[in-house]
Every structure is written in C-alpha cells, then in structure tokens.
C-alpha cells in the first residue's frame, strides 16, 4: 500500500502544504517512480540533519522537547544521537517514531546537497540508484530552499533556541 503524507514545502517565503510520497523508513517499496527505501536506518544513524524552525515546531506540536531531540552545532540545530543513533529512531523495530511529522531534510533523503556539486545521491543509502533524475530533481529544488531557510535561521535568534 502506498503510503502518503501531508508534507510542508517551501515556495517562496512560505511553506504549503502538498502531499508527497515517503521515502526513506517507508512503505514504498516496488512503487514505481519513486526510489524503494529497503528499510535498512544507516539514514537515521549518526545523524548531522538540520532542522527548520517548521520542523522543530511540528515535533514540539508533538510533545516532544527541543531539549531532548536536538542539539546546536556552530548555530546550526540538528537531530540529537543518542547512543549512535537519531533520538527518534526505535532501534528495536526499527522504526521512526515521527514518521509522518519527520524533518522535512529527512523525507528528501538520500538527496542531499554538496557544496561545489548541489543536489546529489548520498553514497551512504544502499538503494539510492533507485531513484529517478526526475526525483533527484524535484527533491534537490525543494532541499536547496531548505538549506536556505536554515542558514537565514542560522544567523537569526531563533535559531538557536537551545541558546
Ligand atoms: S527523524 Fe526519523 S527519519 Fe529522520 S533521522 Fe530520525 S529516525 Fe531517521
Ligand atoms: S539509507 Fe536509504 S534505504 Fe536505508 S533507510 Fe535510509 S533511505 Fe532507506
């Protein structure tokens, strides 16, 4: 069964919400047209993601505290580890437990960006030739508004909520 989420993205200044597919921990394997996450959470290990301000606002929406989940880095504030892994991460079935509200870079995963390269396929994700130019394409526009949003976030008071 496919499986589809209500997913803010960027246009212009603003979020909208549309609807997208998910993408990694996800239900979609065998989909055509989108690439076939195998499930395997080498994504949700040792995790640098950076959240938005929307991101972090949808996950305390959920109840969950800034002070647990995340950590500031050089201004920056990105999913906390714990024990080697994204503090959202259930090891024991190895499950996101925000799947549906999960951090906008999260969904775009393995699509990320590389200074001097832009949007490209993380060597890290085992199923990354699964996806398509025209998702790279799609994701790699959405991302590179993220990462903006974040870095005018990064020099604001607000980005750094955990002082
Ligand atoms: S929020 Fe979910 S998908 Fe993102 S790194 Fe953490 S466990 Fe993985
Ligand atoms: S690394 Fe790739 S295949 Fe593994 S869970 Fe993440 S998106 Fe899915």
Redesign the pocket.
């Known amino acids: 069964m496919v499986d589809y989420l209500q997913l803010p993205i960027l246009n212009g200044k603003n979020f909208n919400a549309v609807t997208f597919r998910c993408?990694?921990?996800?239900n979609n394997i065998g989909e055509p047209g989108f690439?076939?996450?195998?499930?395997?959470?080498?994504?949700?290990k040792d995790t640098e993601m950076e959240l938005s301000s929307d991101d972090i606002k949808r996950l305390e929406e959920m109840g969950y505290s800034l002070e647990e989940f995340a950590v500031i880095d050089n201004g920056v504030t990105r999913l906390r580890n714990v024990d080697g892994w994204c503090y959202f991460y259930r090891l024991a079935d190895k499950k996101c437990r925000v799947y549906r509200k999960r951090p906008l870079g999260c969904y775009l995963?393995?699509v990320v960006h590389l200074i001097n390269a832009g949007a490209v396929v993380?060597e890290?994700?085992?199923?990354?030739q699964t996806i398509t130019e025209q998702e790279l394409s799609t994701k790699g526009k959405i991302l590179n508004k993220l990462l903006k949003k974040i870095d005018n976030e990064s020099t604001h008071p607000f980005s750094s909520p955990l002082g």
């Open positions: 993408n990694n921990i996800g690439m076939q996450c195998s499930n395997c959470g080498k994504c949700c995963y393995p993380d890290l994700c085992p199923m990354g």
